[in-house]
Each structure stands twice: as C-alpha cells, then as structure tokens.
C-alpha cells in the first residue's frame, strides 16, 4: 500500500472538509440585514417603475392594488409626467398645509419612490410608494447583494414619515392624496418580523 497515497487522501479530505464548511458558513441568512439609504444615491437613481403586470403586494402580503383597481403599464411619457408632478407637489404644496399634516415629511431626495399604474372607473391614477432606506443581503457566493423582489413595496406600517404614500390622478396631472405611514415608538429601522423578510427574500432560506 502506497502511504504517500493514503496522506495525500486524507490532505485532500480534509481540505473539501474545511471548504465545504466555510461555504456552508458563508450563506446568506435573512438575519444578515444591510440597510440602503436614498441619501446615498444621486436624485436621478431614486425612481422605480413596476411596470411588469403582476401581483403588487407590501411586506405584510396585503395587496397593493385594491378590487376595483386594474394594473396599467405606463408608457415612458407617463412615467417623466408623474415624476414631475410629484417633484412639484413636494417643492410647492405639500409644506405649505396647515395642520393638514400631523408630521412633515423629508423632502422628495430622502426618498426612494415606486410607481404602479392603474385604472379605477377608467380613470389613470398613479400609486407612488416613498421609502427612506430598505434591506439587502449580502451573497458571499457571488459577491453581490440580494435585493427585495420586485413587486414588493417597501413599507412598514409603523415607520413613521420614512414611508409614505402619494396617490397622482393622472387627468387632473394633481396628486390627490399623501400620507405619512403612522408612528410607533417601538419602530426600530431595520428590524422586519419573519413573514415581511420571507416575503422580501423568498430566496434566502
């Protein structure tokens, strides 16, 4: 028997052993959060346009879009017009209210924004999702990020003026409602419960 053979072997086990368990250790958990924030993004990043028809849903699995709402996909004209209208709801109505507006929000460039399209009565409105920050994880495998999916809108019910909701009637080129998500003193920014992360990141075990 060749004993340079049997050492080697057992060299070589031993190192598949180390790799396999360094790769089982470097998978990605939904405990392992990464915050995003707008404020680090050039103002030209922060526009989202869902414009695949689909199943919009928030990370509590309510839906988006209610029965009487159907999904529209907005043309590229459509999407530049609401974008401007509510850069000018922002820049020259939303402040000026009067006890309106129980809290102010930040201003439009602290915001990420998300944009779905549908008809109510046939009727064009524009549902605009506005969110401070949301969660990645990080995938040592590709050395990438996983982001949320897609047709997840990034909101969390108690967080305060870091979420918010514009509603654009399209005919009126006006938003017709805004409101801030409500406050909770227990909300704590990155913290998300079991369902809303696999909601978010039904990839990641």
């Known amino acids: 028997m060749d004993f340079r053979f049997i050492k080697f072997s057992s060299k070589l086990f031993a190192c598949i052993c180390i ?8 998978k ?43 999904f529209y ?6 999407f530049s017009l609401a974008k401007d209208i509510l850069k000018n709801y922002f820049s020259f109505y939303l402040y000026d209210r009067e006890g309106t507006v129980k809290e ?15 008809k109510k009565n046939d009727s064009l409105y524009i549902h605009v999702n506005l969110y401070t920050h949301f969660p990645t994880i990080p ?5 990438c990020t996983i982001t949320p999916r897609r047709n997840v809108l990034i909101y969390k019910k108690n967080g305060g003026r870091n979420y918010g909701t514009a509603i654009i009637d399209m005919s009126k080129k006006m938003v017709v409602a805004f409101k801030l998500s409500n406050t909770d ?11 809303e992360s696999r909601i978010m990141f039904p990839s990641v075990k």
């Open 19 to 26: 790799l396999l368990s360094c790769t089982n250790d470097q």
């Open 28 to 70: 990605s958990s939904l405990n392992d959060f990464q915050i995003v924030w707008a404020t680090d993004y050039s103002e030209n990043g922060l526009d989202f346009l869902l414009n695949t028809d689909t199943v919009y849903i928030y990370p509590d699995s309510t839906f988006v879009l209610k029965e009487n709402m159907h």
């Open 73 to 78: 996909a907005l043309s590229e004209q459509e």
């Open 104 to 118: 102010e929000p930040f201003r439009l460039k602290k915001y990420f924004r998300q944009y779905v399209g549908y």
């Open 139 to 143: 995938d040592p495998e590709c050395l």
């Open 185 to 195: 003193s227990h909300y704590r920014t990155g913290q998300y419960s079991e369902h």
